[in-house]
């Protein structure tokens, strides 16, 4: 199995396929390229799957857009436990997951994932704050309701902790005020070793997605 990725630094859509095939150690090849890079045209070229990562390649079983690839390895390798096992917990799980993936446009567009930088003193629009007051009731919702068995919105890990993944990593370059539930399921996440693995990574990479960089003075981000 081969799933191609796009930057580190950059790509929250590719983040997710990845923590999920990192934290369960599936036998999956991951082919990382640069964004826009001729590179990668050139390798989606040749998929049905069209311009955009990740895609995730099964022997001749192609699989696009994170969601779905979300929930092909958790079909295909059940001992990953990708949803809660309880009925109710499960579909609220998918819901939250249906709503990272299709929302959050203002955010998303106001503080895109750049690990290698943080952007003291930056500020988000009504819109953007609006969609992070909706993410921390999201988790809140969760936490409260589902969250007795460990520290992650289900308790152990699921695809929606996936799925949160990246907004978490856009709060560490664009300062945000975060409630308690938020904070603590920030170092929650902090300390997930294929969280810490994904930073590292990026902060390896030298590439520029001049899209994704903000009109704004910025630090250098060394270590995690
Ligand atoms: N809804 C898709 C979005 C995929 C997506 O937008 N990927 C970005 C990287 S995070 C991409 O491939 N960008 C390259 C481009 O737009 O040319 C998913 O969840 O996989």
């Known amino acids: 199995m081969k799933l191609i990725i796009g930057n580190y630094n950059y790509s929250t859509w590719s983040m997710c396929a990845w923590l999920f095939v990192h934290r369960h150690e599936l036998p999956v090849e991951v082919k990382c390229y640069d964004l826009n890079s001729d590179k ?53 799980a998918r819901s939250v997951c249906a709503e990272f993936h299709s929302s959050f446009e203002a955010l998303r567009t106001e503080a895109p994932m750049n690990l290698r930088k943080r952007f003291p003193g930056y500020t988000l629009s009504e819109a953007a704050l609006a969609d992070l007051r909706r993410i921390q009731e999201l988790w809140r919702y969760c936490r409260e309701n589902f ?38 399921y920030c170092r929650t996440m902090d300390k997930c070793p294929s969280i810490r693995e994904w930073i590292c990574l990026a902060l390896k990479e030298t590439h520029r997605v001049d899209e994704d960089e903000l009109d704004w003075p910025s630090e250098a981000v060394t270590e995690i």
């Open 147 to 184: 969250g007795k068995g460990g520290p992650w919105l289900f308790g152990k890990p699921t695809v929606a902790d996936t799925l949160s993944a990246p907004a978490i990593m856009r709060f560490r370059s664009v300062e945000v005020e975060l409630d308690e539930t938020a904070t603590d």
């Open 40 to 92: 990668l045209n050139q390798v989606l070229s040749k998929r049905f799957s069209g311009d955009k990562v990740p895609v995730l390649l099964d022997g001749d079983t192609e699989v696009w857009d994170s969601l779905a690839i979300l929930e092909y390895l958790g079909e295909r390798f059940p001992e990953s436990h990708a949803w809660p096992k309880d009925r109710k917990a499960r579909a609220v």
